[in-house]
């Protein structure tokens, strides 16, 4: 059997102020921890290095690409790609990237995966954008991703990686079913995505008692419908006057959850993975070459 020791490392909350060095240091704590319990992948959030910025609306452009990365890694998240280097472990980080193309600044929400020789090897692009545009100042916080960001221009995509198939996705591409079933065609055996969610949404509050069912119920459905692992892990906690939802964890292809974080903190959790699992599921009920009726599915990808 294929195994794999899969980490995530829930992140708490990162102050508006608080420095790249610092939040830095807090993942290579955790890096050491889950080294410590035999992880070989680690899982940070999405946007990790910073406070949810998204929730301000700035004026200045300046004030806005100082969340963003120009390069990867800098100075100040080197440390991290060396540590991980030096303990043999491979992650997935998400965060803002500022891109030039064709001279036109870009900024996306990505994620990256780096290999245990600190080497990145996968790159995405977060696809679907929650939020709005527009300037809410009645609001107590914002969701300004469709302001902040491009639309990812990178896909779904599958990567080799810890010996065997790793997918990418970035919050809010959970709640889509598309976004597994791309993967899970292109072969990933494992889905790694971080979230930042707000467990009040001040403009549409009519599922914010539903929020932490509703995050579960979506990446356990995405396994078991994809037979594949989906690893889910937070940024938590109190942040900035917005309370983001805990509860990241590891779901087998059975649908099951078997770990999770127990706090909304900073805290590493880790799941023995069976990758072969993801195999023999594809042999029998979710055959895809076998059962899929694709003459009955156009609408999906019909604007
Ligand atoms: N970061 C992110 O994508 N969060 C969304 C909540 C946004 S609601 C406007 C999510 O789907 O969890």
């Known amino acids: 059997a294929r195994h794999v020791n899969i980490a995530g490392a829930q992140l708490g909350p990162i102050a508006r102020n608080e420095s790249r ?22 899982v940070f959030p999405e946007l990790a290095l910073t406070s ?20 990867m890694p800098s100075a100040a998240t080197r440390p991290l790609f060396e540590t991980a280097q030096e303990l043999g472990i491979g992650f997935y980080l998400g965060y803002a990237e500022l891109a030039v193309e064709d001279g036109t600044p870009k900024h996306y929400n990505t994620a990256i995966l780096v290999d245990r ?17 527009d300037h809410r100042p009645h609001m107590p916080y914002q969701h300004l991703e469709k302001h902040y960001f491009d639309v990812g221009d990178l ?34 055996e494992v889905v790694v995505l971080g979230y930042n969610t707000p467990t009040h949404i001040p403009w549409e509050p009519v599922y914010d008692h539903l929020s932490a069912f509703h ?31 805990a509860g990241s964890c590891i779901i087998a292809p059975s649908g099951e959850i078997v770990a999770m974080a127990a706090t909304s903190g900073d805290e590493v959790f880790a799941a023995k993975c069976d990758l072969d699992i993801c ?5 029998a009920m979710f055959n895809f070459a076998e059962h899929r009726q694709v003459q009955h599915y156009g609408i999906i990808t019909a604007h």
Not at 53 to 69: G, H, L, S, T, Y
Not at 167 to 183: F, H, K, L, Q
């Open 21 to 42: 060095q610092s939040v830095v240091a807090r993942m290579i704590e955790m890096l050491r921890e889950a080294h410590s319990r035999g992880a070989e992948v680690v």
């Open 52 to 71: 949810f910025f998204p929730r301000w609306w700035m004026e200045n452009q300046d004030d806005v690409d100082a969340f963003f990365e120009r390069e």
């Open 117 to 133: 020789s600190g080497t990145i090897v996968g790159k995405y692009r977060k696809v679907h954008l929650p939020g709005h545009a």
């Open 155 to 188: 896909g779904f995509d599958s990567w080799d990686f810890a010996g065997g198939k790793f997918g990418m996705a970035i919050c809010n591409d959970r709640r889509w079913p598309e976004t597994y079933r791309v993967m899970a065609l292109k072969g990933a």
């Open 215 to 245: 995050n579960h119920l979506c990446m356990q459905a995405g396994a078991y419908q994809n037979s594949m692992y989906v690893v889910g892990v937070a940024k938590a906690g109190p942040e900035e006057g917005s309370n983001l939802l």
């Open 279 to 283: 195999l023999y599921n594809r042999k």
